[in-house]
């Protein structure tokens, strides 16, 4: 009359819903109640979400325990008397019991076998029940949210780090991250560098701060233009660095001074890239991809600002201060590498671009299929070039929570080195 399974189902932004619905369906052909029981915590990319639930032979909901919470969800049910036969045609053999196994319609086009065991023939003892605990599934957003503050926590917790750090450069991303490690490992364990050059504005440099003030972290500013006009005097013999290889020289000397913190005091270091810059190599290796984990490496740019804005609701619902200053927010995003620039100089508009990116990562649709879908022509030209040059340098990025079904090298690893073309005929 039960059926009990035991998962270690790793979360997926939307999965939770098909979760319930494999239960409800593989309880109905059973013919029996089932409880789902599912791991909680993190292990290296794979987040697992918990959320346990028990389901009548009907498939109807009867319990759930509440997700990214280890807990003892108890459940009392009304289970039929055991049978000493079941409606099977053959044995099978179950470590050093006997059942009796029977394929059943899985309704996808599979078959499942049910063994069945009798654990006692006796009834239970009458007693009172106690009411059914049935916990609210989190909002989208809250669920993603902690995902990420979950990975996070258990990857720096049981690979025996004690601290992390990471560049604060008043950007979203580097706000989020420094955000959601707050919230795995406590403000006094995060400690954030911010490392202007002659291009930081003045305005990024107190925004950095004013987060920093906000979640309590131990906060550094290290101007890094003495490093850097050094680089460019030594190199100068050699021919000097100007444009791309200059602004990347930035990127690198705050990697390098990251890394040196990290040696020094044996913190952790996150990187703050996120979705849509690996999917567009939109940063440097040996720089801002440098360090031990990337807590939003699967989350696209839209979703950071959305992350962002659901975790300072948040803190107001609480009566607390946002952690993420409203200027960060709402402030057009840059790497502050040249004067004036803007990421949308290169890539196009986050949202047309993460559009773009969900259809042809997410959905592996080809050109012709992104074409079709409504998408510019040359817009799709432009991001299949630019993700695909890219895969060289997704696979020296560090692990990072998946959250997506298409996750960077766990989900999606092609080779690097490859001549294929698209024949013209599609």
Known sequence: GLLVCINGSPYERGKAFHRDELAARRAREAGAALAYVNLVGGQDELVFDGGSLVVDAAGRLLARAEQFTETLLTVDLDLPAARTAAPAASAVATGTAVGTGTAVDAGDGTAMTVTRLVLTDQPVAAFDAAAPVVAQRLDSAAELYQALVT????????????????????????????????????????????????????????????????????????????????????LATAGGLAGLAAENL????????????????????????????????????????????????????????????????????????????????????????????????????????????????????????????????????????????????????????????????????????SHWREHPSG
Do not use: C
């Open 151 to 234: 990975g996070t926590r258990d990857y720096v917790g049981k690979n025996g780090f004690t601290s992390v750090v990471l560049g604060l450069s008043g950007g979203i991303d580097s706000a989020l991250v420094a955000t959601i490690a707050v919230d795995a490992l406590g403000a006094d364990r995060v400690h954030t560098v911010a490392m202007p050059s002659v291009h930081s504005s003045t305005g990024s440099v107190d925004d950095a701060a004013e987060l920093a003030r906000r979640t309590g972290v131990t906060h550094t500013v290290a101007p890094i233009q003495p490093v850097v006009d050094a680089f460019h005097a030594t």
């Open 250 to 417: 930035q990127a690198r000397v705050r990697g390098t001074l990251l890394m040196a913190l990290s040696n020094a005091h044996g913190h952790l270091v996150l990187t703050t890239g996120n979705k849509s810059e690996l999917a567009t190599g939109f940063s440097t290796l040996y720089g801002d991809s440098a360090g031990g984990f990337a807590p939003i490496k699967d989350v696209p740019k839209t979703l950071v600002w959305e992350l962002a804005r659901w975790r300072n609701a948040h803190a107001d619902r609480r009566g607390e201060t946002p952690p993420i200053p409203e200027e960060i927010i709402v402030k057009p995003p840059s790497a502050e590498l040249a004067p004036g620039q803007l990421d949308s100089d290169r890539l196009p508009d986050y949202t047309t671009l993460d559009a773009v990116l969900d259809d042809y990562v997410e959905r592996d649709q080809g050109r012709t299929e992104l074409i079709t879908a409504g998408h510019s022509p040359e817009t799709v030209e432009r991001v299949i070039r630019l993700v695909d040059l890219a895969e060289y340098k997704r696979r020296q990025n560090p692990p990072g929570p998946k959250v997506t079904s298409k996750a960077f090298g766990r989900d999606r690893r092609l080779p690097i080195t």
